[in-house]
């Protein structure tokens, strides 16, 4: 492709890369912000308090979810796990909708504390690992592990030297995968959290931005802790080499796996359907969530036109970073720079939709660009050679082996934007409200089933975007 | 006429070049390509296609095809590793040539039936590409090769995988079309697999410094 045909594609990715960069610098140099101040948190006990809480319960959680996951495993041999593969992606409002519900079932004096976040947190961490590693486990085979037994290993050796030791480096990537959930987890923590001094540093990083009470400064030395850790994290991901594309939908589970995710979503579906019949008289006005419904919706459309606008320009013109910046930042850090740089001058909505899309893009690029990447060029040359063009070679020959992978997967771009709620809390500022966010709302003013109500919503929408994926691929 | 005439043809790789002598290939005449494997004959053949950075010249009928861009060329190839699409069943690789320059008539369907069941696939139309033989697919790839009625052949080890009374079979099917759509062949090989009546010759030389250098032998046609 030529110099000039590249640029031409790249303009979208580097307006992104500029429109990131300079939110940073504008943070970073604006007036709310003074080093002085940044430094002066920085040495602030209650902000180490609030790091040594979050790794605390972070790693607590990861190491029990780990422990469950296998026990998991061992007792269900493989059977039923992928259905798990679809709760493992539901958002962390539905989480903590159910302990929540749970715990006030059995009685339970405080629901709001971290020990309810932890319970989340762990179930939440238990689907996720048990669906990859037992992906990994299949990817393995059986011959090994018959190899094993031939040898002279008894079912527990073969165990350990197999699915044990053979899963190991993605088991790695997996946790550190889900460690970085933990730590930018935001909506569940502020449901069952219970408030300072009881919160992550997303939350923490929320808190000092409340409306009449904004401490930018506070902000900024929070983040940059946050960003530090996240950006370990990252290189640490990165160096693991990738795990499974993470939180689930991908594209090959074959013809069973898809059966059965199919039978999750399914589940999930009639579930939210029963939930909003049982909670309907309930509410009251149910009109109350059509206007956060229609904005869902187009926030959602949105962002998979500005997911795939991105995408396809940071591959076609090879500026792949930018399509994956996101997923080296903390959502509400990158959200709190973009609002002190653009906040003012692009609309709340606008501002909300480059966001989502700067966090789910890079969903969409590692699994669909690997996928790219494998393209059968000799075959693209057949093609080429027969009489098709460049563009009908790519829709004759490549876009068939890939459709499955990208309709999945913006299935999931909608359902992660249809459930993301702290860039809209800290952008719309009341503006406008999305399901997710309104239900937050309502969680925070304790009305939980008017709450429940839209997280049912949020739910039924989100599973049926993923089933609609799952269908068309 | 549409003769080939190939002029100080070289394909640049990096590290090494592969050039050949210059020559002309008239229609209904076969340019045998012959060299041990790793020579330079598929990169000679890709750069012909136009798949690879060339120099020199290859003019069909009096057009410079160096010019025109590889989907305009309008040759008809059957690749090593056959290279059909695996998203499409038998039929439909066999008539993807025709569906990219106009709709399939029911005529083309036709041919392509009458072809297939020359060479034993009439059961194998529907079949997906994955459930095919080898042979099969290298039966597949030259009827795609020919359906589309290209103005140049370019074959590359066409007959592996396949036994003898295919073999004559399929070779009885590219003479009758080459008796009706005269156009010139060139075949690349590695061993005598034939001789056509109407053969020039290109044998790989000696190595030399990463140049490789395919030498015309007419000695070696049984037309001369």
Redesign the interface.
């Known amino acids: 492709m030529g110099i000039a045909k590249r640029f031409l594609f790249a303009i979208p990715a580097l307006a992104l890369l500029a429109y990131v960069v300079t939110g940073v610098m504008s943070l970073v140099f604006s007036e709310g912000v003074r080093l002085q101040r940044v430094g002066e948190h920085l040495a602030d006990p209650e902000l180490w308090y609030t790091v040594g809480l979050t790794l605390k319960v972070s790693f607590l959680a990861l190491f029990l979810s780990w422990v469950f996951a296998w026990l998991v495993l061992v007792v269900l041999k493989g059977r039923g796990i992928a259905v798990f593969r679809f709760f493992s992606v539901l958002p962390g409002m539905a989480y903590a909708l159910f302990v929540l519900l749970v715990l006030r079932a059995v009685g339970a004096e405080s629901p709001y504390s971290m020990g309810s976040v932890l319970i989340a947190w762990v179930l939440a961490g238990t689907l996720y690992l048990c669906s990859g590693i037992s992906e990994g486990i299949r990817d393995l085979g059986p011959r090994g592990k018959e190899a094993l037994r031939t040898l002279g290993a008894g079912p527990v050796r073969a165990f350990f030297h197999h699915e044990f030791s053979g899963t190991r480096p993605l088991q790695g990537a997996l946790l550190l995968q889900q460690l970085w959930f933990f730590l930018t987890s935001f909506s569940l923590v502020m449901i069952l959290g219970g408030g300072p001094p009881s919160e992550t540093l997303e939350v923490a990083i929320y808190s000092a931005m409340r409306l009449g009470q904004s401490d930018v400064s506070k902000a900024v030395a929070l983040s940059l802790v946050q960003a530090l850790i996240l950006i370990l994290l990252r290189f640490s991901l990165n160096r693991l080499g990738s795990a499974k594309p993470a939180r689930g939908i991908s594209e090959g589970f074959g013809e069973s796996g898809k059966k059965r995710s199919s039978l999750g979503i399914s589940v999930v579906i009639l579930f939210c359907l029963g939930g909003l019949v049982f909670l309907g008289p309930k509410v009251g006005d149910a009109r109350a969530y059509l206007r956060p419904l229609f904005v869902t919706l187009a926030l959602g459309a949105s962002v998979l036109g500005a997911t795939l606008l991105f995408s396809i320009s940071s591959y076609v013109s090879g500026i792949r970073f930018a399509s994956v910046i996101g997923s080296w930042c903390s959502p509400l850090f990158l959200s709190l720079a973009l609002w002190s740089f653009s906040g003012f001058l692009i609309s709340p909505f606008v501002n909300v939709a480059l966001i989502q899309t700067l966090f789910f893009a890079p969903w969409f690029s590692q699994i669909v660009f690997p996928l790219l990447d494998r393209a059968q060029r000799s075959e693209m040359e057949a093609a080429r050679v027969l009489g098709a063009g460049r563009i009908r070679a790519f829709f004759e020959v490549e876009w068939p082996r890939i459709r499955g992978g990208v309709i999945r997967v913006l299935g999931l771009v909608f359902a992660l934007s249809a459930t993301e709620v702290s860039s809209v809390l800290l952008f719309s500022r009341g503006d406008f409200d999305t399901l997710a966010s309104h239900s937050q709302n309502l969680f925070s003013r304790f009305r939980i089933e008017e709450a429940a109500f839209g997280v049912m919503a949020m739910l039924l929408l989100s599973a049926v975007s993923l089933g609609l994926g799952e269908r068309r691929a | 006429m549409r003769d080939l005439e190939i002029r100080n043809f070289k394909v640049l790789l990096p590290g090494f070049s592969v050039s050949c002598d210059d020559l002309r290939v008239c229609p209904g005449e076969w340019l045998m390509v012959r060299a041990p494997s790793g020579y330079g004959k598929s990169t000679l053949f890709r750069g012909i296609?136009?798949?690879e950075s060339t120099e020199g010249e290859v003019i069909l009928g009096g057009a410079r095809m160096t010019e025109v861009?590889?989907?305009?060329?309008?040759?008809g190839?059957v690749?090593q590793?056959q290279?059909l699409?695996?998203?499409l069943n038998a039929l439909e690789n066999a008539l993807?040539?025709i569906r990219?320059?106009r709709s399939v008539t029911e005529k083309d369907r036709r041919r392509a039936q009458d072809a297939f069941a020359e060479l034993d696939l009439s059961h194998r139309m529907d079949a997906p590409l994955h459930e095919l033989s080898g042979g099969e697919r290298q039966r597949i790839a030259l009827i795609?090769a020919l359906l589309?009625d290209p103005d140049l052949l370019l074959i590359d080890e066409p007959f592996r995988g396949m036994d003898d009374a295919l073999i004559s079979k399929s070779r009885g099917l590219l003479e009758r079309h080459l008796s009706t759509k005269s156009v010139p062949v060139i075949w690349i090989t590695h061993q005598n697999e034939f001789e056509p009546l109407r053969a020039k010759v290109l044998i790989g030389g000696e190595l030399n410094h990463g140049r490789r250098h395919f030498q015309y032998h007419p000695g070696q046609s049984q037309a001369d």
Do not use: I, T
């Not at chain 2, 861009?69 to 040759?75: E, G, M, Q």
């Open positions: 296609l136009g798949l861009p590889v989907h305009r060329r309008n040759f190839v690749f590793e290279l699409f695996p998203h993807f040539g990219l320059r795609r589309f």
